[in-house]
């Protein structure tokens, strides 16, 4: 079995192929009705399984919010692995004066690093594009949090759904390690067109981690992984969730086939309408 290819970001070796957690928490962007039937299905034990699969392959870091049941699913399926499992937190915190006292940055980044064990703490699209200022191109405050997080031996990134962000940051010489930046075919959730966002990735200064290259299941696996993975460079990531081990295993492998230049080896779908193709 291959072992997913890696990259380097500050100083820490993940895997090009991020495991994602909103097909494991909830967050469909489809509806309701399908948010329902994620919460409800996935316990703890479903997504270990769905883990576990991803660490055959060498795939060993996961990305999301500050979690529960999130949590508890990597830590068995560390205990069942052997393996450790990299966290890359996503969290939200006050902004501004007078919210609750357990959302204070402080007690955020402290709950990241010694409950959720955190390896890279990058402030949630919903914090970093509310501080970023478009009038005189910077992202206020930006200092302040990642001084904290390196305060807590975390590593700084930022999760943006603006393009500005990544460009705004390197501009500023910001101290973070990475962006997570919207990234797909389709132009789901896309603030531009999407050749402009390649090019913010390509001349990034720091890797980027894409996210929602399936358009949150609007692509084909490999129409959506085909577009990404041939137009990233070799330090960045994608990311991917699933609802089964089954989606896991092949992602992972049209992921592999599409990086080896090979001809893709998963089974097609069999209905009565291509029986003619036989």
């Not at 890696?6 to 994602?20: A, D, K, Q, Y």
């Not at 890279?120 to 191109?137: E, G, N, S, Y």
């Not at 200064?205 to 399936?214: A, D, E, G, S, Y």
């Amino acid at each position: 079995m291959s072992e997913f290819p890696r990259t380097m970001v500050g100083g820490v070796s993940l895997p090009r192929l991020l495991i994602g957690s909103n097909w494991f928490l909830g967050y469909s962007h489809t509806s309701q009705a399908k948010d329902r039937f994620i919460t409800m299905y996935q316990n703890p034990k479903n997504v270990a399984d769905i883990l576990m699969v991803f660490l055959e392959y060498g795939i060993d870091a996961v990305m999301g919010p500050v979690s529960d049941k999130l949590e508890e699913a990597v830590q068995e399926a560390e205990q069942r692995s052997g393996k450790g499992i990299i966290r890359i937190i996503t969290p939200h915190f006050n902004i501004v004066p007078g919210g609750p006292a357990e959302m204070e940055a402080e007690r955020v980044f402290d709950v990241c690093k010694e409950k959720y064990h955190a390896t890279f703490c990058m402030p949630h699209q919903a914090i970093t594009d509310a501080l970023a200022d478009r009038m005189h191109k910077t992202i206020r405050d930006l200092d302040k949090y990642t001084k904290l997080i390196r305060e807590r031996d975390m590593i700084p990134g930022l999760s943006t759904h603006m393009p500005e962000t990544v460009v705004y940051a390197d501009r500023i010489g910001a101290d973070v390690e990475t962006y997570i930046q919207l990234y797909n075919a389709a132009g789901f959730l896309l603030q531009v067109e999407a050749d402009w966002v390649q090019r913010i990735i390509q001349e990034a200064k720091k890797p980027v981690m894409t996210i929602k290259p399936l358009a949150a299941g609007r692509l084909l696996p490999i129409v959506g992984f085909a577009f990404v993975w041939n137009t990233i460079r070799d330090q960045d990531m994608v990311t991917i969730g699933t609802t089964t081990p089954d989606e896991a295993r092949e992602s992972i492998e049209i992921s592999l086939d599409l990086l080896n230049r090979r001809r893709l080896q998963t089974e097609l779908q069999k209905t009565r309408s291509k029986s003619s193709l036989d």
